[in-house]
């Protein structure tokens, strides 16, 4: 193009032969990217399968550590000769454990009589160098890892305090400042790596590791015969010394070295429990049952996870800690519908074929009845007074704020048997002078007379009503307290 803005054939031509030039060159550029596209994936899919190959190399690898053979010689020196010698070879391995775990059934029939039913299961993992195939397994309880001495106390003084100036370590912190700030310059000008950069390229490395791992969470069940009746159960002969217990396993496993859980059984045992019942009105409207078991057997149970069946349906997960012989520990077995408790569900009624409302109703046991509302009729007048609080404003020169708070708790035992129900609520507790709080039903003072209940103050600050409720009968329990402050202040309900 000339200077003076006007275009020739010339510069046409020119143009021309640029756009060629340009159009050729992108296309060149294209399928130089599409090729190098396809040798990237080409060489991504080799990685990878050079990768499996390594993966596969690095467990055969490890399994040939564990196939090693170690040999051990042991000179018997004998006075006589011609004396057969009976010789027990024992040793010791590390990077073993085991745990125990429970499975724990009722039956709602069984409630009556007062038992429960506890399988005792070990869990072990076998994380060392070799497999341990049919063998006879012996549990013991003993910790050797906690060491047989207990840890020494040393001698505890108290002195005025003088401080400490370490002139090399603020040195050293200085220079250390120095030098991530040199650094930090320096990777910025692309001289040194930065330590993402190094990470991102130690990854590879980190991910063959963990894939080559044997770490799994999923148990092997050594007992997949086994069912939920106990039939030919063998029994697990239990050894106990001064400090430890031990559990010989009557059937044989293969334990393998893979770092894995395999469960075992090591007996299933009939305990004595108590059922009771425990209701939270204020956080929720279910009665609770429980199980206080008493370890009746000659077993030790340790602590570990539990599994809850109730008539063979799993109710809920739980742990116990370690229960010795003879001890008590509880077992929550989950709700119970027969011990009436407040459900709304959604609820359409008709009447002449024309809808009337929507409405609700509570559980419903066999033989019980219940009330269908069938819309309002004009009438009948009806005055409805909703419950108020109680509050006024009391003395000349002091002037307080006195409130009076009412509640009722209503229990109804559906069954033909007799419970006991557990019943907790809070009466608050004053942080200040001013503020009084007086429990007035119950009177914690006074015995109650005639009574299906008896209520007791816990360390808490709750009320605890331990309740008789007899079959097909209810159980009514009041709670009233007044509450008084200063009028000019506002006081807040806080929990802790």
């Known amino acids: 193009m000339n200077q003076d803005g006007q275009i020739n054939v010339n510069d046409l031509d020119a143009m021309q032969q640029f756009m060629d030039f340009y159009r050729k060159n992108l296309l060149n550029l294209d399928d130089q990217t599409t090729k190098e596209e396809i040798e990237i994936k080409r060489l991504t899919q080799e990685r990878d399968g050079l990768q499996i190959k390594i993966n596969e190399y690095g467990a055969?690898?490890?399994?040939?550590?564990?196939?090693?053979?170690?040999?051990?010689?042991?000179?018997?020196?004998?006075?006589?000769?011609?004396?057969?010698?009976?010789?027990?070879?024992?040793?010791?391995?590390?990077?073993?454990s085991w745990s125990a775990s429970y499975d724990v059934r009722v039956s709602s029939t069984d409630v009556s009589k007062q038992r429960t039913q506890l399988t005792y299961y070990g869990i072990i993992i076998n994380k060392s160098q070799e497999n341990w195939p049919n063998t006879?397994?012996?549990?013991?309880?003993?910790?050797?890892?906690?060491?047989?001495?207990?840890p020494k106390l040393n001698t505890l003084k108290v002195t005025y305090y003088q401080p400490h100036y370490n002139n090399y370590q603020n040195y050293s912190h200085s220079y250390d400042q120095k030098l991530c700030l040199a650094d930090a310059g320096l990777s910025e000008c692309g001289l040194v790596e930065s330590s993402a950069r190094k990470s991102r390229k130690s990854k590879p490395f980190a991910s063959f590791r963990g894939r080559s791992s044997l770490n799994s969470k999923n148990i092997l069940e050594e007992d997949e015969d086994e069912t939920s009746n106990t039939v030919n159960v063998l029994s697990t002969t239990t050894e106990a010394s001064m400090s430890s217990s031990s559990f010989a396993i009557p059937r044989r496993s293969t334990i393998d070295a893979d770092g894995k859980p395999?469960?075992?059984?090591?007996?299933?045992?009939?305990?004595?429990?108590?059922?009771m019942y425990t209701v939270i009105p204020k956080l929720s409207l279910h009665a609770y049952l429980k199980a206080t078991t008493t370890n009746t057997s000659d077993k030790q149970l340790l602590a570990g996870p539990i599994s809850v069946f109730m008539d063979n349906n799993f109710v809920t997960h739980s742990s116990i800690n370690n229960v010795c012989l003879g001890d008590t520990f509880d077992l929550p077995l989950g709700t119970?519908?027969?011990?009436?408790?407040?459900?709304?569900?959604?609820k359409t009624v008709f009447m002449d074929n024309?809808?009337?409302?929507?409405?609700?109703?509570?559980?419903?046991?066999?033989?019980?009845?219940?009330?269908?509302?069938?819309?309002?009729?004009?009438?009948?007048?009806?005055?409805y007074k909703p419950v108020k609080t109680i509050a006024e404003t009391q003395g000349v020169i002091t002037k307080t704020h006195y409130e009076n708070i009412r509640r009722e708790t209503?229990?109804?035992?559906?069954?033909?048997?007799?419970?006991?129900?557990?019943?907790?609520?809070?009466?608050?507790i004053s942080s200040y002078e001013k503020i009084k709080v007086k429990l007035v039903v119950p009177d914690l003072r006074t015995k109650q007379v005639n009574s299906s209940y008896s209520v007791t103050m816990n360390d808490e600050n709750n009320l605890e009503w331990k309740c008789l409720v007899k079959g097909k009968s209810e159980c009514r329990l009041p709670l009233e307290y007044t509450l008084e402050w200063p009028k000019d202040k506002r006081i807040e309900f806080t929990e802790e």
Request: charged share 20%; proline share 4%.
């Open 60 to 96: 055969q690898g490890q399994l040939n550590r564990r196939k090693e053979r170690r040999e051990v010689t042991i000179t018997v020196h004998i006075g006589a000769q011609n004396i057969d010698v009976n010789l027990e070879i024992s040793y010791l391995i590390s990077n073993c």
């Open 136 to 150: 006879q397994l012996s549990l013991s309880t003993a910790t050797p890892s906690l060491g047989g001495a207990p």
């Open 262 to 275: 395999h469960k075992v059984t090591i007996g299933v045992l009939d305990l004595t429990s108590t059922f």
């Open 336 to 346: 119970d519908a027969s011990i009436k408790v407040e459900y709304k569900p959604v």
């Open 354 to 383: 024309n809808f009337v409302t929507h409405s609700t109703i509570n559980n419903v046991c066999l033989g019980d009845t219940f009330d269908l509302p069938l819309g309002t009729d004009a009438s009948i007048k009806v005055e």
């Open 410 to 428: 209503r229990l109804n035992n559906t069954k033909l048997t007799d419970v006991t129900v557990y019943v907790y609520d809070q009466v608050p």
